[in-house]
């Protein structure tokens, strides 16, 4: 009986048969959202995608037009890695109607197919977006952008930092100076070029072969001169490595090279610590993302015209206004819309301080000095004149150069407002006030600011917050999505394009399960 229930429970049975029923369709309850992935794939053109696979030799397992609706699908339900997708492949029936009898692909075929998605990525939402446009969903005049620092699938302690690696190559070069008693200007590239030739002449003796190893062995002076220079090579070599894997950053992770180390809103070590991730960049527009990108800049400022710059050629007349918060403000950003005749709706980054009563009596700030366009000059609250002396130029991070203009006044002393006006000076009698500042960036600060503070621009301030925040809500909170799940800039972008198709593809179904046809945009209460 025991060896009965044994072998009855050991059959190996690879199909389950469900109770026959006299309609032979196969067919199960759906919200809609299977059907519209595919109406909105097959009304893309996939041309590229198509193409880039071979019409001779073996066809894909999968027809690709069937896998990125698959993708899609999967993102929308918060279905991301690979395995999780061929499980729902093989046992969810919305998954089946997809691939519409072709065989479940397997967790290696999707990864391929992910990586194979990576240059098409981007045109693949630019079509996504042509579609929602077409319906009257989406509408390019004005576009909300904003970001969000998401964490890498990299260690958090693979850090490598640009001022220790010059710290110690400084110190290495140093050492290797006082070994061969070289001269003090001595450059890295010589040092490198003498340990190979101390290198090649320890080798050309042929004392190598006869080197020990092992404990309780003694070296010989020529092998310990031979490991020590070897170490100093291979150290200089790794320095090298780093700077240039670096660039103009200052730190990235050994085990996501592409990832720099920021800091996360989302500090679930409660230590404020520093951890890899990228800068992601959202465009949206009628509560649909329009464009994304991914950045190594911790900083949005420098994002903005890198963004664009993929953005304006693929929507190149359809695009007006630019809609952002005071983190993108600068003097390259508002230089860059006005050449290409953009609308800055950006919030000046002094917009809230300047509402407060300290800070318009403030006699320090030039704001509340009085100009003489007449003589050029500022008057202070003693009286004094601040002349303008001299210009000069400043290169921003970014390789912008900008002309700063100084006004000096050299009647300082012993001023009665001296302590207010010169409150962040570290003398105690400081004998001149300077204010210098950007007269170009003043009026582009200024046209920005009336545009936000008009009727539209009211209207498109609480677009933005509403827009450009809830898409990260969606991101973060609704598809769980708080990390990265591959390597590399190209593959995480080609992730957060997947998820922007995801949100698009909820958001649609939500507004016409709702009848909701036209775009949506939120204007403020009356």
């Given at each position: 009986?025991?060896?009965?229930?044994?072998?009855?429970?050991?059959?190996?049975?690879?199909?389950?048969?469900?109770?026959?029923?006299?309609?032979?369709?196969?067919?199960?309850?759906?919200?809609?959202?299977?059907?519209?992935?595919?109406?909105?794939?097959?009304?893309?053109?996939?041309?590229?995608?198509?193409?880039?696979?071979?019409?001779?030799?073996?066809?894909?397992?999968?027809?690709?037009?069937?896998?990125?609706?698959?993708?899609?699908?999967?993102?929308?339900?918060?279905?991301?890695?690979?395995?999780?997708?061929?499980?729902?492949?093989?046992?969810?029936?919305?998954?089946?109607?997809?691939?519409?009898?072709?065989?479940?692909?397997?967790?290696?075929?999707?990864?391929?197919?992910?990586?194979?998605?990576e240059?098409?990525?981007?045109?693949?939402?630019?079509?996504?977006?042509?579609?929602l446009?077409?319906?009257?969903?989406?509408?390019?005049?004005?576009?909300?952008?904003?970001?969000?620092?998401?964490?890498?699938?990299?260690?958090k302690?693979?850090?490598?930092?640009?001022?220790?690696?010059?710290?110690?190559?400084?110190?290495?070069?140093?050492?290797?100076?006082?070994?061969?008693?070289?001269?003090?200007?001595?450059?890295?590239h010589?040092?490198?070029?003498l340990?190979?030739?101390?290198?090649?002449?320890?080798?050309?003796?042929?004392?190598?072969?006869?080197?020990?190893?092992?404990?309780?062995?003694?070296?010989?002076?020529?092998?310990?001169?031979?490991?020590?220079?070897?170490?100093?090579?291979?150290?200089?070599?790794?320095?090298?490595?780093?700077?240039?894997?670096?660039?103009?950053?200052?730190?990235f992770?050994?085990?996501?090279?592409?990832?720099?180390f920021?800091?996360?809103?989302?500090?679930?070590?409660?230590?404020?610590?520093?951890?890899?991730?990228?800068?992601?960049?959202?465009?949206?527009?009628?509560?649909?993302?329009?464009?994304?990108?991914?950045?190594?800049?911790?900083?949005?400022?420098?994002?903005?015209?890198?963004?664009?710059?993929?953005?304006?050629?693929?929507?190149?007349?359809?695009?007006?206004?630019?809609?952002?918060?005071?983190?993108?403000?600068?003097i390259?950003?508002?230089?860059?819309?006005d050449?290409?005749?953009?609308?800055?709706?950006?919030?000046?980054?002094?917009?809230?301080?300047?509402?407060?009563?300290?800070?318009?009596?403030?006699?320090?700030?030039?704001?509340?000095?009085?100009?003489?366009?007449?003589?050029?000059?500022?008057?202070?609250?003693?009286?004094?004149?601040?002349i303008?002396?001299?210009?000069?130029?400043?290169?921003?991070?970014?390789?912008?150069?900008?002309?700063?203009?100084?006004?000096?006044?050299?009647?300082?002393?012993?001023?009665?407002?001296?302590?207010?006006?010169?409150?962040?000076?570290?003398?105690?009698?400081?004998?001149?006030?300077r204010?210098?500042?950007?007269?170009?960036?003043?009026?582009?600060?200024?046209?920005?600011?009336?545009?936000?503070?008009?009727?539209?621009?009211?209207?498109?301030?609480?677009?933005?917050?509403?827009?450009a925040?809830?898409?990260?809500?969606?991101?973060?909170?609704?598809?769980?999505?708080?990390?990265?799940?591959?390597?590399?800039?190209?593959?995480?972008?080609?992730?957060?394009?997947?998820?922007?198709?995801?949100?698009?593809?909820?958001?649609?179904?939500?507004?016409?399960h709702?009848?909701?046809?036209?775009?949506?945009?939120?204007?403020?209460?009356?």
């Amino acid at each position: 009986m025991n060896n009965y229930i044994k072998n009855k429970l050991t059959l190996n049975r690879r199909v389950l048969q469900l109770k026959m029923n006299i309609n032979v369709d196969i067919s199960f309850q759906d919200d809609g959202k299977v059907d519209l992935v595919r109406n909105l794939v097959e009304r893309m053109d996939l041309t590229n995608l198509v193409n880039s696979y071979a019409n001779n030799g073996r066809k894909p397992a999968i027809n690709p037009i069937t896998m990125l609706e698959i993708f899609i699908y999967a993102f929308s339900e918060g279905i991301y890695s690979s395995r999780a997708i061929e499980k729902a492949c093989r046992f969810d029936l919305r998954f089946h109607y997809l691939l519409d009898g072709q065989k479940a692909p397997d967790h290696s075929t999707i990864s391929r197919f992910h990586k194979r998605l990576e240059p098409f990525i981007q045109d693949i939402l630019a079509e996504n977006t042509k579609v929602l446009m077409d319906e009257g969903h989406v509408n390019l005049s004005s576009i909300y952008i904003d970001g969000t620092k998401i964490e890498a699938y990299a260690n958090k302690y693979s850090f490598v930092w640009k001022k220790a690696v010059l710290k110690n190559q400084e110190k290495l070069r140093l050492q290797v100076i006082d070994f061969f008693s070289l001269p003090e200007g001595t450059t890295l590239h010589e040092i490198q070029t003498l340990l190979n030739k101390k290198l090649q002449a320890i080798e050309k003796t042929g004392s190598v072969q006869s080197f020990v190893k092992g404990r309780g062995k003694r070296k010989s002076h020529e092998q310990r001169d031979y490991e020590r220079f070897q170490s100093w090579r291979e150290r200089l070599e790794k320095y090298d490595e780093f700077l240039q894997v670096m660039g103009t950053r200052n730190s990235f992770s050994k085990t996501d090279v592409d990832a720099t180390f920021m800091r996360m809103k989302e500090d679930h070590m409660k230590n404020g610590q520093l951890k890899p991730g990228y800068n992601i960049q959202l465009a949206s527009t009628g509560q649909f993302i329009i464009g994304a990108y991914g950045s190594h800049h911790p900083n949005d400022v420098l994002t903005l015209p890198l963004f664009l710059d993929e953005l304006y050629p693929r929507y190149k007349g359809k695009l007006d206004r630019i809609v952002c918060d005071s983190g993108y403000e600068s003097i390259e950003n508002y230089t860059y819309l006005d050449e290409r005749d953009l609308s800055s709706y950006i919030k000046p980054s002094n917009y809230e301080q300047a509402k407060k009563r300290s800070y318009q009596s403030d006699i320090s700030k030039r704001e509340n000095m009085t100009y003489l366009e007449e003589e050029d000059c500022f008057i202070c609250a003693n009286g004094k004149k601040l002349i303008r002396v001299q210009d000069r130029k400043k290169k921003r991070a970014s390789g912008f150069e900008e002309v700063l203009h100084r006004y000096e006044c050299n009647e300082c002393n012993h001023c009665p407002f001296q302590k207010q006006c010169n409150k962040y000076s570290r003398r105690e009698n400081p004998q001149t006030k300077r204010i210098e500042f950007n007269l170009a960036f003043l009026v582009y600060r200024q046209k920005s600011y009336e545009n936000i503070t008009s009727e539209d621009g009211i209207t498109e301030r609480i677009n933005r917050s509403i827009q450009a925040e809830g898409m990260f809500s969606k991101l973060k909170e609704g598809l769980n999505y708080q990390r990265f799940r591959h390597k590399g800039l190209r593959a995480i972008l080609c992730d957060i394009h997947l998820v922007a198709l995801g949100i698009n593809l909820n958001q649609l179904h939500r507004k016409l399960h709702r009848n909701q046809f036209e775009m949506i945009r939120y204007i403020s209460a009356a």
